[in-house]
């Protein structure tokens, strides 16, 4: 990469970074703070728009910076705030075996399987570990 890339890439990641802690230090809930840096209309997506720029600053420091943040956040009872966002129900069919498997771990980290799940889901994904979508018509 070149120093003039690089170092644009470097204020990119710092005008990022500094944005999410001024947010994070006004202690907003965990779903504000989603919305605003990492949410489809987020920071994130709009310094990343396409899925090769995300997927690159998902493999950076700043990006396991902003899931620390996240995750701290998480962890804080922080009564959500008036413009509260609208909660959406998804209905997986998934084995009887994963069940289990996600029952247990969600008891041995005492939280519940929908608290497991969420995080689960905001971890980043490697695509190859995605199936094809040949692969399976009921997936």
């Known amino acids: 990469m070149s120093q003039n890339r690089q170092s ?21 809930d965990w779903v504000t703070f989603f ?7 987020g920071i994130v997506h709009k310094l990343y728009p396409t899925p090769q720029e995300y997927a690159e600053f998902q493999k950076t420091e700043a990006f396991t910076q902003l899931q620390a943040l996240l995750a701290q956040l ?5 009564q959500p705030t008036a413009d509260k966002e609208p909660q959406r129900v998804i209905t ?17 980290n005492r939280t519940s399987i929908n608290k497991l799940c969420i995080t689960k889901l905001l971890q980043a994904i490697d695509g190859d570990l995605i199936p094809s979508p ?3 018509h009921s997936s």
């Open 74 to 78: 998480r962890g804080q009872e922080v």
């Open 92 to 108: 997986v069919r998934i084995p009887k075996c994963l069940h289990e498997t996600l029952r247990d771990e969600a008891h041995q």
């Open 134 to 136: 040949q692969a399976s």
């Open 35 to 41: 919305r605003e840096i990492l949410g489809a209309d």
């Open 8 to 28: 644009a890439t470097n204020v990119k990641l710092q005008k990022l970074l500094t944005s999410a802690q001024e947010l994070y230090h006004q202690k907003p």
